[in-house]
């Protein structure tokens, strides 16, 4: 990432960081978190590319998503995510990449645990670093492949180093700065350990919107199956598989949406146009009917193809 100081006031401003996180605390971890987890874990199966000049975000994408099992390298990266005129690399363009290339990018919660908690399931972590002050940013990305909670240490692939051991006090104050950001790349059918339902559905959706419904087909039957109560969930699973050309899959996810959330008006809308489309004329109707009793945008189309399909009923 850019740092928009000169190198010889970088000098200086390093300097000071170095003292300053030097006497950082480590960040506090939860009991309930740390007394699940082993004392030591290390991902040695992540492939290491090492930074060229300010170019540590096709590196760190490049190590997430070969361990995901995506064939790049950081050459075809470099002009996908790298900025020249701005010599670094950025979030969104991260993110996008890891969609352009088949895999899920999660946005972690901010939490150190979460870190941790990701390692130990065996998914190396791209975080986001200030190595300097937050007057004069330093913008790394670094990738998390292991952690010791005895030494109380991160372990990183970055930069030019292949295994970095940074106390967590120290790790966390750089960390801190980027609000602490970080993401996993994921197979779709994957999700991260923890995650709240509306962002496994952001994720997900714009995943979708890159790579189609029949690619994320698998991702949507995962989040259902952790978040069963969650009617979105059934609702975009139900829409996926109608694109997908699987009727009567949809047909059934979209009950299961509208059972979770009668309310739900788009999801009685389709569901009545395509029991339509698949002759069950009454069952259209019965859906169409409750679609059209809600209030909202999508009540005068659901009025207007309830009169379609009772008129063609008389």
């Not at 740092?3 to 950082?24: E, I, K, N, P």
């Not at 760190?60 to 990266?77: F, I």
């Amino acid at each position: 990432m850019r740092s928009f100081v000169s190198s010889a006031r970088l000098a200086g401003a390093l300097s000071l960081v170095m003292w300053l996180t030097a006497c950082a605390s480590a960040p506090e971890l939860d009991h309930s978190v740390t007394a699940t987890l082993p004392q030591r874990q290390l991902l040695e199966d992540v492939p290491f590319h090492p930074q060229r000049d300010y170019q540590c975000g096709p590196a760190t994408l490049a190590m997430v998503l070969n361990h995901a099992g995506v064939d790049v390298g950081v050459d075809q990266l470099i002009p996908e995510i790298y900025v020249p005129s701005r010599k670094g690399s950025f979030q969104p363009e991260m993110l996008a990449a890891s969609r352009r290339h088949g895999r899920i990018p999660f946005t972690l919660a901010p939490r150190f645990a979460s870190l941790l908690e990701e390692v130990d399931a065996g998914r190396p972590v791209v975080v986001l670093q200030n190595l300097s002050l937050p007057a004069f940013p330093l913008w790394h990305f670094a990738v998390v492949n292991g952690y010791d909670l005895e030494s109380e240490e991160v372990l990183l692939r970055t930069g030019v180093t292949r295994q970095d051991a940074t106390d967590f006090g120290r790790f966390d104050a750089t960390w801190q700065r980027s609000e602490r950001w970080a993401f996993v790349a994921l197979t779709p059918g994957e999700l991260p350990v923890t995650i709240a339902p509306e962002a496994a559905i952001q994720a997900t959706s714009d995943f979708e919107r890159v790579q189609g419904p029949a690619q994320s087909l698998p991702a949507w039957q995962a989040l259902v199956d952790r978040f069963p109560e969650e009617s979105m969930g059934h609702f975009a699973l139900a829409n996926a598989y109608h694109a997908a050309g699987q009727p009567d899959a949809a047909i059934d996810a979209w009950l299961s949406a509208g059972a979770k959330d009668p309310s739900l008006a788009p999801a009685w809308l389709n569901l009545g146009l395509t029991l339509a489309s698949q002759g069950d004329d009454e069952g259209a109707r019965e859906a169409l009917r409750r679609a059209a009793s809600l209030d909202g945008p999508w009540q005068q189309s659901a009025r207007e193809a309830l009169n379609e399909q009772q008129g063609g009923a008389r």
